[in-house]
C-alpha cells in the first residue's frame, strides 16, 4: 500500500517533457518534489503564476507570492505573473496540458466529486469545477476507501459532482487505473497488494486483464 | 492627464451605502484592500453583498465585516478558511452564492468589459448548473454565466499614478485586474502613489479609464495565511 508520498512519486511519472501541469491542493502539491529534474515542466497556480517554484528560504517569504493553497512559494526563471481571468483562459482553452487533483469519491463513468458534503462540510469548489470541466488530461490522486473502508470508487457518486464524465486516470494508495468506456480499468498494482484486494475495495466495474504488474517508480 | 487621486480612504470610500454590492480583490489574504475593508468596518455599513474569491480568516480581511454581521451575502468560490464564515453559512444568518473560480473571474471580466453574459463548461452537470440555460458547442455542454453588476469595485495595486493607472505585484494581481471597471465606480488602494509620468507605460496592467478614485493606503500589514518555507 501506497502513502501521499509514493502516490505522488507514482503520478511524478505520468509527467512529461514539455508539459504545463496545474497540481491540486494536498497528494498532488507533492507532485513537483518528485519529477525528473532532467525534463522541462512547469508548474501552474491557478491564481496566476505559471513557473511556480519550490518554498522559499527561511526570511525570505513574500506576502504577495503565494500558490492557490496560499502557502508562500518562488517564482522560478522563466516564471510569469497574471490575473485570475487570463488564468483561468489558460485553463478552459486547454492550453495547460495536465491536471492533478484530489477526489472524495469517483464514478466508474469518471465522474468527481470533491467539493462539499451536505450539512457537514462546504468550502466551496475553488478552481476544481473549471479544472475538470476543461483539461484534457486530469488524473485523480486518492485513496482507494474512505477511513470506515468503504470504497471511494463508485458505481455512481453519492457526494454533489464537481464534473461529469471527466476523469481518465486514477493513482490511489492501492491501484493505478483507467477510465475507460464506463468501468474502471486496473493498470498497476501497489507493492504487496493483490488484484483481489484491489477488488474488494472498487465498489465500481473494476475490469482486470492479464496479468496486472506491480508498479514501478 | 485627468486626476483620479482622493485625500484618503474616507473620501475614496464617499458614497458607500448598506445595501449595496461590493467587488473586492484579493486571493486568500493576498493582495485585498486592506484600507478599504478597515473603512467599511469603521462606517459600520450594513447588509451588503460581497463578491470575492474568499473571505478572510476569523480576524484579517473580510473576517473582519463577517463578525460584524454586515454581510448579508457572500459571493465566493472557496470560504474554506473562515470558521466564523461557516458558522452563519450553515446557520443560514448569511446568504452564499458558490461560484467556480474561473466563473467567478470571468463575470467580473465581463462586467467590465460589456459582455453581459457567456457560455462556459466548468459547472455543467453539477448544482451550479440548476436553472441555468445550457448549450453544446462543438459537442461539449456549456451552461450559460451572467456578468455581476456591483455598486463599487475595491481593488489593491502595488504601485499607481494620479491617472489611475495600476500596477500589480505577484500574485497580488489575482482578481483585482478584472474587477477594475467592473463595479460603477472603482477605487483603487495603492502602496505607493506617484505623479503621472513617473510610470512607464509600457509597465501599466491596468489603464487608468477603469479606475475613478486612487490614494495611497496609511499602512499595509500584508498578513501570510500559510508560512511554508525551506532550510537554507
Redesign the interface.
Known sequence: MLDKNQIAQRIAKEVKDGYYVNLGIGIPTLVANFVRDDISVEFQ?????LGMG????????????????????T?LPGAS?????M??GM??GQHVDLTILGAMEVSQNG?IANWKIPGKM?????????LV??AENIIVAMMHTNRAGESKLLKECTL?????ACVKKIVSNLAVMEVRDGKFHLLERAPGVSVEEIQQATEGDLVVEGDIPEMKF | MINKTVANVREACEGIDDGMTFMLGGFGLCGIPENIINELVRRNVQGVTCISNNAGVDDFGLGLLLKKHQIKKMISSYVGENAEFERQMLSGEMEVELVPQGTLAQRCEAARTGIPAFFTPAGYGTEVAEGKETREFNGKMHIMERAFEADFSFVKAWKGDEAGNLIFKGTARNFNPAMCGAGKITVAEVEELVPAGELDPNHVHIPGIFVQRIFQGEKYEKRIEQLTVRKK
Open positions: 497556480s491557478e491564481n496566476g503564476i519550490p518554498f522559499p528560504y527561511e526570511g525570505e517569504e513574500d506576502p504577495d507570492l503565494i500558490n492557490a493553497g496560499k502557502q508562500t512559494i517564482a505573473f497574471f490575473d485570475s481571468a488564468s483561468f485553463i478552459r465522474d462546504v468550502k466551496g469548489m475553488g478552481g476544481a469545477m473549471d470541466a476543461s454533489p459532482l464537481t464534473g461529469v
